[in-house]
């Protein structure tokens, strides 16, 4: 793959960009709904098996909200059939590793095996998926696990509680406002059966993608699958898609959150429109813009140029509903929040009032070219590639031709896209001070 990356540079049309990097694969539905997808690289002798479930955050009752992220832990406890804890050891065993990741809209779950241990793994989410041990065992263990990681990633880390507590202003109804790890309140208070109820509405093959990806035989391939996912029933009951649509944030929303931090911090979100549109991928490219790499528009004012900021960035969230966009700035020892807004601001302001020049919009178009290659340079990201687009757009060819939107994205639209949503009605603005020093 290195290979093709090093010629992807010396040839920049997107014609042959496309024909270098197309990725083949095979799709079909099994009778209990689960959709499978299935490409083969015999480049190097592994393969990815992953599943990905449409549930996130979003869809949890909001009285019971983490379970989502939860589950991503519960279900590595083990299975009628695997002892607890014994799902590391199959895999490490066997020369592999395995993981797990939830998001506002979906959960994932994937292994990474020698290509001679395919059936291992199919075995294993097959597992998961119909014989998954939900019990009151598992889930106490769990509990403390996620509260650990809470107080890891959020409660004692500088600067944790950005996402949670700007999605909490922006959002007013829908469930994107509460944080994916979701309430400790809510875990504490759930009861087995909760548990069981949730995995029993969601972890189905009917709302699944399994997704195959590296060196494999097709055929044997579609033998294992039947073998093990085709036996397991399908869901008759609706999933619950969470269908609530925000009214306009009608005005700016302004606040103060005092952290364990030495330097201040501004925060900045906005709604933008759902992944897929046309004008996401404008929102996307006008992130690029303002903070990708060293030369882009924020760093090279506010932390070059200015000295105001010691780190900066912008980025849109990819999410299933309309979404946000997350621009911010750690400022310098004694500059103000105030001052270093008013930079952001005025660069934003740039983007709404000035076409890029050429030479930009060309390195961003080159920046995207190339984020896009890496995305798939690994068998486990095209998995999760294909299963991505078949879930969100029904349409995994997407994993082909979806840099074609992003190129299609013209300097106007950036502009206007920026006219648009990045207006201050449309956002939440945060500062983040240290907490003040207990007298003695």
């Given at each position: ?169 922006i959002y007013k109804k829908h469930p994107y406002r509460w944080p994916v790890i979701g309430s400790m ?145 750690i400022c310098n020892a004694g500059i103000e929040p105030n001052d270093v807004e008013a930079s952001i ?72 896209a920026a006219q648009k949503f990045f207006t201050k009605d449309n956002r939440v603005v945060l500062y ?9």
């Open positions: 793959m290195r290979q093709v990356i090093c010629l992807f540079l010396l040839f920049t049309t997107t014609g042959l960009f496309s024909q270098m990097n197309k990725i083949d694969y095979v799709e079909y539905d099994l009778d209990n709904g689960l959709h499978v997808i299935l490409h083969q690289d015999a480049s190097t002798p592994i393969v990815a098996v992953s599943v990905m479930y449409h549930v996130g955050s979003k869809n949890e009752n909001p009285d019971r909200t983490g379970f989502a992220h939860f589950f991503e832990h519960l279900l590595f406890e083990g299975s009628e059939n695997i002892g607890r804890g014994e799902y590391d050891s199959y895999v490490e065993s066997a020369g592999g590793t395995l993981n797990a990741n939830t998001s506002n809209d979906r959960t994932f779950y994937y292994e990474i095996l020698p290509s001679n241990q395919l059936e291992l793994g199919l075995w294993l989410e097959s597992e998961r998926m119909l014989h998954a041990k939900v019990d009151i065992d598992g889930v106490e263990t769990q509990r403390e696990v996620v509260k650990e990681e809470r107080r890891q990633r959020i409660d004692n880390q500088p600067y944790g509680s950005v996402v949670q507590e700007s999605m909490k202003r309140e809510h875990l504490n208070a759930a009861v087995e059966a909760d548990y069981k109820q949730f995995y029993e509405d969601f972890y189905v093959p009917n709302n699944a993608v399994l997704s195959l990806a590296g060196d494999l035989d097709i055929d044997q391939a579609k033998i294992w699958v039947e073998k093990y996912f085709g036996s397991i029933p399908r869901s008759t009951k609706e999933i619950y898609r969470p269908n609530v649509v925000e009214e306009p944030l009608g005005g700016e929303v302004r606040d103060t959150i005092y952290d364990n931090i030495q330097l201040p911090a501004v925060i900045q979100t906005y709604r933008i429109p759902a992944q897929g549109t046309p004008e996401f991928y404008a929102v996307s490219m006008m992130a690029t813009l303002l903070s990708q790499g060293k030369s882009s528009r924020l760093t090279k004012s506010l932390v070059d140029d200015q000295q105001k900021a010691l780190f900066v960035g912008a980025f849109p969230f990819n999410l299933e509903d309309p979404g946000v966009t997350i621009a911010f700035a601001d005025a660069e934003i302001q740039k983007v709404k009032t000035e076409l890029i020049s050429d030479e930009e919009y060309e390195k961003l178009r080159n920046q995207i070219e190339n984020d896009f290659v890496s995305s798939n340079s690994r068998v486990a990201g095209i998995a999760e590639s294909l299963a991505n687009y078949h879930m969100y757009y029904g349409d995994a060819s997407l994993i082909n031709t979806e840099i074609d939107r992003y190129l299609a994205v013209t300097k106007e639209d950036i502009m206007a983040y001070m240290p907490k003040p020093v207990a007298q003695p």
